[in-house]
């Protein structure tokens, strides 16, 4: 697969960003579209939900391509590290990460890694002020002290807290992965329900998801999820309640990152069929606006705080 075939970009994105273009030209100018680079790349164990299978798009891309146009938003797609450098990320208002393991190697699926000079860039460029967003599996990513190639299951220092001494991804996403169990209904209390995409969730609500057990939280999170233990089952669980999603600064970048995402029915219950369903619409629902509204707070298209706040669960 060539670096040409590995972006794909949403056409009526583009068409739309034209469109916008022109309209900048009379008074009637509408906003600008905001221009996000979803980067999958997979360094170790590639989900599902952004696994690209025959060239085509992958699930998450389909989804992201068609909420991208009805809120104003332009998706570029790629799993391609090696493009990471000032210039390129200059192009974009946010980066959104659902990733594993070091980017800067080839790992699982082969697709060219960043460069060390390439990943100060996309952290710089955060602390300058691009958005981040991270979904799910970009806490399994730049595990502190592990080094390149290695298999995050095999970990020795799974359960230990860096602090300051974290990798400085580990610092600006907020936590770390630590380990899962199996996938169970678990339930998520709401502990900032103004937070943008969170109206009607109520002050808690419960799906089946392959849950996060996280750790080495930085003291800043503005916590507007927290993963509610009581009744799981699985030794990752038999610990309080914690973060699951959260908000933060990073200099002058505004990072998000939510626990959630593996499964498909999560995103959408129009799952293939060879998917069994288990989640309801009103689950995908509640799950694709919660997305959206940390996207576009990101991108600073909603407000919403982001002020330290203690968990609440």
Request: proline share 6%.
């Amino acid at each position: 697969m060539n670096r040409r075939q590995m972006i794909v970009r949403t056409t009526a994105a583009t068409i739309g960003l034209g469109l916008a273009g022109c309209a900048a030209m009379n008074s009637n100018a509408q906003p600008r579209t905001k221009k996000v680079l979803f980067f999958t790349k997979s360094s170790n164990y590639e989900h599902a939900v952004i696994k690209r299978t025959n060239g085509q798009p992958s699930f998450a891309e389909k989804i992201l391509a068609d909420l991208g146009p009805k809120h104003g938003i332009d998706f570029t797609f790629s799993k391609d590290g090696s493009l990471f450098s000032p210039e390129y990320l200059a192009q974009f208002d946010a980066l959104f990460f659902y990733t594993t393991g070091d980017l800067t190697t080839s790992g699982t699926d082969k697709q060219p890694p960043m460069t060390p000079a390439g990943k100060v860039a996309f952290l710089d460029a955060v602390k300058n002020g691009k958005g981040f967003i991270g979904m799910h599996s970009a806490s399994d990513t730049f595990h502190t002290n592990e080094p390149g190639g290695f298999d995050t299951r095999n970990r020795t220092a799974r359960y230990r807290d860096y602090g300051d001494e974290a990798d400085p991804y580990v610092r600006m996403l907020g936590a770390e992965f630590i380990i899962h169990g199996e996938q169970q209904v678990g339930k998520m209390q709401v502990a900032d329900g103004a937070f943008p995409g969170l109206k009607g969730a109520g002050t808690d609500f419960a799906f089946k998801e392959e849950w996060y057990s996280m750790k080495d939280f930085s003291k800043d999170l503005h916590v507007i999820l927290v993963q509610d233990t009581a009744g799981m089952t699985g030794k990752p669980y038999q610990r309080p309640s914690y973060p699951a999603t959260w908000a933060r600064m990073h200099g002058k970048g505004r990072v998000f990152y939510t626990s959630m995402g593996h499964r498909e029915d999560v995103w959408d219950p129009n799952t293939p069929a060879s998917f069994k369903r288990e989640n309801s619409t009103e689950i995908s629902e509640t799950y694709q606006k919660h997305i959206l509204g940390g996207i576009k707070w990101a991108l600073g298209l909603a407000p919403g705080d982001a002020k330290p706040q203690p968990v609440k669960p």
